[in-house]
């Protein structure tokens, strides 16, 4: 398997669900390829096969500005003004701290970021609410955000039934294989 430039974790803040940990992988014809981590392997070894030498690593985990009293960073204020909720940085305690530093041992020359998936997937909705999705690419979205933030993605992890997280994963899935971002994905969503 040939290595990535990009790669996203979606991991439990709880290290004692390590069978919920997803890896998403850039292919080399672009599609975006996910599969679960293998639990029986250290997830930093995991990412070292997958990732080229100066790979961007994103993991959906807090792993800067953990420290403090507050169970708040900064960042997180912000979001959180902005309508995106989120939790405190505590419950992951440093763990996301702890897997960006043996990434960084393990891969000297990648870039590792943190990612909030959910905050992305606000904007991807509020632009496709203003039908301004597909101006996402030319980085023309100035001023598109406001009219179609007042409305709440579809709820595809806390919906009520099994039949409404179905029909909201449908919505997601159409945003982001959708003519305006046209993703694809192995295997296919």
Do not use: N
């Not at 639990?39 to 420290?67: F, T, W």
């Not at 997180?76 to 309508?83: E, V």
């Not at 597909?134 to 099994?162: F, H, N, V």
């Amino acid at each position: 398997m040939s290595r990535s430039r990009v790669v996203a974790v979606d991991l439990p803040w709880s290290a004692a669900h390590p069978d919920r940990t997803a890896v998403a992988v850039l292919t080399p014809s672009g599609a975006v390829s996910v599969s679960s981590a293998d639990a029986g392997r250290a997830l930093p070894s995991v990412i070292a096969d997958l990732a080229e030498p100066d790979a961007h690593i994103l993991l959906d985990i807090p792993i800067g500005g953990c420290s403090g009293s507050g169970a708040f960073r900064p960042v997180d204020r912000r979001l959180a003004g902005a309508g995106i909720p989120l939790l405190p940085w505590t419950q992951a305690a440093d763990r996301g701290v702890r897997l960006a530093r043996e990434i960084r041992v393990r891969l000297p020359q990648a870039t590792v970021d943190e990612v909030y998936p959910y905050a992305v997937f606000r904007v991807l909705w509020a632009l496709h609410r203003t039908q301004s999705l597909g101006l996402l690419r030319q980085g023309r979205i100035e001023g598109r955000l406001e009219r179609g933030w007042s409305r709440w993605p579809p709820r595809y992890k806390r919906a009520r039934t099994r039949g409404e997280r179905l029909a909201a994963l449908s919505k997601v899935r159409r945003i982001l294989t959708g003519a305006e971002l046209a993703l694809s994905f192995d295997p296919p969503l």
